[in-house]
């Protein structure tokens, strides 16, 4: 089974601090994603990374970078959380080329103070 | 021209019912709509999925019905089991990009 890893379920941090959020998959998936997501808004894409060291801005990359230093992890950055960027923020993977499906984390809980 | 938008946000049903959430999409280049179903605590998980170019499609209890001319779908959930109460999200997205376009999501709650 694929499996995507979230570093933490739940995270409080403060206003301005530099937040990091780790996402490792263990399917060697060349796609990887950071989506948010807010009641009645679903799920919107930050950012995805098609493979090592490349990444794209999704609907949302305001406030956020990312890193993929190795194929197996992509790390979300918040520069200077704010409270607008509480929220669940969930990781994906996908393989490149093949089934369209999207394997998930369990999500990070995210609020900032 | 990237919108996909989901109703009802809330259902209710009864155990047994027949539960029906409905997607439509605005984007005539998405060639697959999967949809995906989320416990609370958990991340989405594929449920059940399909392409354009056949009209329904069923595994066990739950079945996508495509109109390719309305740029509709929907996922109807029979004989639904409390176990089925969750949320659930559909979406689309094309052959060859990365991109998943999310409706905003269905929470329901299946009565006992």
């Known amino acids: 089974d694929v499996k995507v890893t979230q570093s933490s379920r739940y995270l409080v941090k403060r206003t301005g601090e530099k937040v990091f959020l780790e996402c490792v998959q263990d399917?060697?998936?060349?796609?990887m994603f950071w989506y948010r997501q807010d009641p009645g808004l679903g799920l919107r894409l930050i950012y995805f990374s098609y493979d090592v060291k490349m990444k794209e801005k999704g609907d949302i990359p305001e406030g956020y970078s990312v890193s993929r230093e190795k194929k197996e992890r992509f790390s979300l950055i918040l520069e200077s959380a704010s409270t607008n960027q509480t929220s669940m923020y969930l990781c994906?993977?996908?393989?490149?080329?093949?089934?369209?499906?999207?394997?998930f984390g369990q999500g990070t809980r995210l609020t900032v103070v | 021209q990237q919108q996909v938008k989901q109703s009802p946000q809330s259902l209710i049903v009864q155990k047994g019912g027949i539960s029906i959430i409905n997607c439509a999409y605005e984007n005539t280049a998405f060639d697959y709509f999967p949809w995906y179903q989320q416990f609370p605590g958990k991340g989405p998980a594929l449920l059940i999925a399909i392409r354009p170019d056949v009209s329904e499609k069923k595994e066990g209890r739950f079945t996508i019905s495509f109109n390719k001319s309305a740029k509709q779908f929907s996922l109807h959930i029979m004989d639904s089991q409390p176990g089925d109460s969750a949320t659930y999200f559909c979406a689309g997205t094309t052959s060859g990009t990365y991109k998943y376009i999310f409706g905003t999501g269905t929470r329901l709650k299946v009565l006992a």
């Open positions: 994906a993977s996908r393989l490149a080329g093949g089934a369209p499906e999207a394997f």
């Open positions: 399917m060697d998936h060349e796609n």
